[in-house]
């Protein structure tokens, strides 16, 4: 089975604090994403990368910023969390066809006060 | 850009019975994937069933099937005999051929009552 892990399910931070959200796929997938989901707005895509070292901004990046020194592993930056990004943060991992289906981590809740 | 409308925010439906959630997107371009996903409360976002644009057969997963209309931009997705762990949160998702760049609907969290 095909798992994705993310560090923590449930965060709490001040404003101002940097944060780190990290995630981890074990099935050698080339894409990974981040994705911040809200009540009545969906997922949506903050950054993606398709190889090692590799990323591409996504509808929301501003505020946030993304490391892939690994294949298994993307991180999710925070450089000074705002109580604006007080979100769940769910990760995913796909092989590089898009035809493939995403798999997600069970999210994080970040909360920022 | 792609954009995905699920105009149900919330249903619900008795065990064993049928529902169907509603999906429509707009897009420009003529071959694309379409997905549904569900997350349980608390619970990891699952595929539950994916559709190529270019294929004019429904797809079905079980008691999943699809209803994808293409002329209509429309995809949505019928649950047959529904069960208590079929209660979710429903998302509709497109996705051009060329790309990774998946975009969700808002969502329609479905209810199955006993």
């Known amino acids: 089975d095909v798992k994705v892990t993310q560090s923590s399910r449930y965060l709490v931070k001040r404003t101002g604090e940097k944060v780190f959200l990290e995630c981890v796929q074990d099935m050698d997938h080339e894409n990974m994403f981040w994705y911040r989901q809200d009540p009545g707005l969906g997922l949506r895509l903050i950054y993606f990368s398709y190889d090692v070292k590799m990323k591409e901004k996504g509808d929301i990046p501003e505020g946030y910023s993304v490391s892939r020194e690994k294949k298994e592993r993307f991180s999710l930056i925070l450089e000074s969390a705002s109580t604006n990004q007080t979100s769940m943060y769910l990760c995913?991992?796909?092989?590089?066809?898009?035809?493939?289906?995403?798999?997600f981590g069970p999210g994080t809740r970040l909360t920022v006060t | 850009a792609q954009t995905v409308t699920q105009s149900q925010p919330e249903m619900s439906v008795q065990e064993a019975e049928t529902v169907t959630l509603s999906c429509t997107y707009d897009?420009?371009?003529?071959?694309?994937?379409l997905f549904w996903y569900k997350q349980p409360p608390s619970r990891q976002m699952i595929l539950v069933i994916r559709?190529?644009?270019?294929?004019?057969q429904n797809a079905t997963e079980n008691r999943f099937s699809v209803n994808f209309q293409k002329a209509a931009k429309s995809f949505s997705l019928k649950i047959s005999d529904s069960q208590l762990g079929d209660t979710a949160m429903y998302f509709c998702?497109?996705?051009?051929?060329?790309?990774?760049?998946?975009?969700f609907g808002a969502g329609t969290r479905l209810t199955v009552k006993p």
């Open positions: 897009t420009s371009e003529n071959n694309y994937y």
């Open positions: 559709q190529e644009a270019y294929k004019q």
């Open positions: 995913a991992s796909s092989y590089r066809n898009p035809s493939y289906e995403q798999y």
């Open positions: 998702a497109f996705m051009k051929l060329d790309n990774n760049d998946m975009r």
